[in-house]
Nanobody
Framework: QVQLVESGGGLVQAGGSLRLACAAS????????MGWYRQAPGKQRERVAI???????NVADSVKDRFTISRDNAPNTVYLQMNSLKPEDTAVYYC????????????WGKGTLVTVSS
């Protein structure tokens, strides 16, 4: 089992910044993917950014000029630095983890709400 605990959400004005963090604990595989998804009201969950334990990143086009994903491997913590926030970034942000090479072992955090006011 893997536990994911997110922190850093909140209310911010448009143009502001927030930094999300997610700490993973439990049975962590050294080769893994961690990242962030988000779900806005009435919309499907979408991938924001992911990063492998080796440092390879994939960031959604809609945020790549504003958001930066990074991580520490010891302990397993992933960060999302969000700059120039827009009202359309308002969503619940979920932390994600899965080991590389093993299927059916996706884990999700409980989510942290980010609200961007105009």
């Amino acid at each position: 089992q893997v536990q994911l605990v997110e922190s850093g959400g909140g209310l911010v004005q448009a143009g502001g910044s927030l930094r999300l963090a997610c700490a993973a604990s439990g049975s962590i595989y050294s080769a893994n993917v961690m990242g962030w998804y988000r779900q806005a009201p009435g919309k499907q969950r979408e991938r924001v950014a992911i990063i492998t334990s080796g440092g390879s990143r994939n960031v959604a086009d809609s945020v790549k000029d504003r958001f930066t994903i990074s991580r520490d491997n010891a302990p397993n913590t992933v960060y999302l630095q969000m700059n120039s926030l827009k009202p359309e970034d308002t969503a619940v942000y979920y932390c994600y983890y899965r080991p590389i090479g093993l299927s059916g072992m996706d884990y999700w955090g409980k989510g942290t709400l980010v609200t961007v006011s105009s």
